[in-house]
């Protein structure tokens, strides 16, 4: 499972307006990441890491910075699920054709031992499990 980061600076200074762009964070919390954050390669100041945890955890609010447009994945949550018929297989499905939960799966998927070791992975027997970036 790979990594798609292409340039340090540009995917860092790119997601930031993202947000900004997308109403993600407010103008203020944008021109603080700007003025304290450097989006090199190197370890950013404390105060620009602060600004960034500020914006995830106080301006997103509910939304997911990768499907915005969608609900968020709520794990305790009872969607509606529709079941199908695939030859003698059941099987539930959302209805509204998108899960939010799909990077949950993802993880809980790449996590367990047996996928682990036919994927080769984990094979030095890191102490933390696979999560997505």
Same mark, same amino acid.
């Given at each position: %499972? ?7 600076? &540009?995917?860092? !200074?790119?997601?930031?307006? @993202? /947000? /900004?762009?997308?109403a =993600? ?8 990441? !700007? ?11 404390d105060?620009c890491?602060?600004?960034?945890? &500020?914006? %995830?955890s ?7 910075q990768y499907?915005i ?12 699920l529709? %079941?199908?018929? =695939?030859?003698?297989? =059941? ?9 939010p939960c799909?990077?949950? @799966?993802?993880?809980? @998927? @790449?996590?367990?031992?047996? %996928? ?7 094979a030095t027997g890191i102490?933390?499990? /696979?999560?997505?970036?």
């Amino acid at each position: %499972v790979g990594n798609p980061v292409t340039d340090i600076h &540009y995917d860092n !200074l790119g997601t930031v307006n @993202y /947000w /900004w762009s997308h109403a =993600l964070i407010s103008d203020t919390t944008y021109k603080s990441i !700007l003025k304290l954050c450097s989006f090199s390669g190197t370890k950013n100041p404390d105060n620009c890491t602060d600004m960034l945890n &500020y914006a %995830v955890s106080h301006e997103f609010g509910d939304i997911d910075q990768y499907s915005i447009y969608t609900r968020p994945c709520k794990a305790s949550s009872t969607s509606k699920l529709s %079941v199908i018929r =695939l030859g003698n297989i =059941l099987i539930q499905r959302q209805l509204s054709g998108y899960d939010p939960c799909t990077e949950t @799966y993802a993880e809980k @998927y @790449y996590n367990r031992p047996d %996928v682990q070791r036919a994927m080769h992975a984990n094979a030095t027997g890191i102490p933390y499990k /696979w999560t997505a970036c």
